[in-house]
């Protein structure tokens, strides 16, 4: 049992939108701040398969139970998505349609800490301190063939394209979920978003929205800036916003803010 005597309180947003381009949105998101939980995905499988695998994924999370150990509550979500990745299998099968899949990048929280969850190219960052940080490490292509790339002097090498996924929740019968695990600290923001975002915004950019620290006018600085882009893709953001309540750091003012 956790012993964590931080007190986080917990602000968030989540907006999502087709885009430009496409008629049906495939990305789904979960805004779960009383759960201390957050999620974004992103579907594939043509027409409306992918609204329907990333309303899966989504859905399998939703109203998480509460516990104060970090790791039952991440035990609890991965069985959920083994659940979603079982369902979208056999989904597949029965319309006989090669895949119906989805990416997932879902963030967990429990006491001073959090964990990230993903599978796929749906990304998690950090905001803190005036930096923003990948927490998530693609799974596509164009990062595998990066990874191959660090020990080669060679760049002129052909890269891929990078929205060829090589994990997803229904691609294979066995599913493969990333972990990362943060201690938290007082105002950290978290940016939870699909790559129809991290496509059209540079890290930049993204700074600039989360600076001010308000979650709801961060989600709308970011879709305008992806809307004002080609926009091609879906686009689904969730910020996070982590208050410590108990932080000697925080002053009455900050407090008052905060209310």
């Given at each position: 049992m956790s012993m964590d005597t931080h007190s986080f309180r917990w602000t968030s947003a989540a907006r999502s939108h087709p885009g430009r381009v496409r008629e049906i949105n495939e990305d789904a998101c979960l805004d779960q701040s009383a759960q201390g939980l957050w999620a974004v995905a992103d579907g594939m499988g043509g027409h409306t398969l992918g609204e329907f695998a990333s309303g899966l994924a989504v859905g399998g999370l939703k109203d998480l139970p509460a516990a104060e150990d970090l790791e039952q509550r991440v035990a609890a979500a991965l069985e959920r998505l083994y659940e979603v990745n079982r369902r979208l299998r056999a989904e597949a099968v029965w319309r006989e349609v090669p895949l119906i899949g989805t990416t997932i990048a879902a963030l967990v929280a429990a006491g001073g800490l959090c964990c990230c969850l993903w599978a796929g190219d749906s990304r998690i960052y950090l905001f803190r301190?005036?930096?923003?940080?990948?927490?998530?490490?693609?799974?596509?292509?164009?990062?595998?063939?990066?990874?191959?790339?660090?020990?080669?002097?060679?760049?002129?090498?052909?890269?891929?394209?990078?929205?060829?996924?090589?994990?997803?929740?229904?691609?294979?019968?066995?599913?493969?979920?990333d972990q990362a695990t943060i201690e938290l600290i007082d105002g950290d923001i978290f940016l939870l978003c699909t790559d129809?975002?991290?496509?059209?915004?540079?890290?930049?950019?993204?700074?600039?929205?989360?600076?001010?620290?308000?979650?709801?006018?961060?989600?709308?600085?970011?879709?305008?800036?992806?809307?004002?882009?080609?926009?091609?893709?879906?686009?689904?953001?969730?910020?996070?916003?982590?208050?410590?309540?108990?932080?000697?750091?925080?002053t009455i003012i900050q407090r008052m803010s905060a209310g």
């Open positions: 301190d005036g930096h923003l940080r990948q927490l998530t490490r693609d799974h596509n292509h164009l990062e595998a063939a990066r990874l191959r790339r660090i020990s080669r002097s060679d760049d002129t090498l052909t890269l891929p394209r990078k929205n060829l996924i090589t994990r997803a929740l229904g691609a294979e019968d066995s599913l493969d979920v129809g975002l991290s496509n059209e915004v540079s890290e930049l950019s993204i700074e600039q929205a989360l600076l001010p620290g308000i979650c709801s006018a961060a989600c709308d600085a970011l879709l305008d800036l992806a809307l004002r882009r080609e926009a091609r893709d879906n686009i689904t953001a969730v910020v996070v916003r982590a208050e410590d309540e108990s932080s000697p750091d925080r």
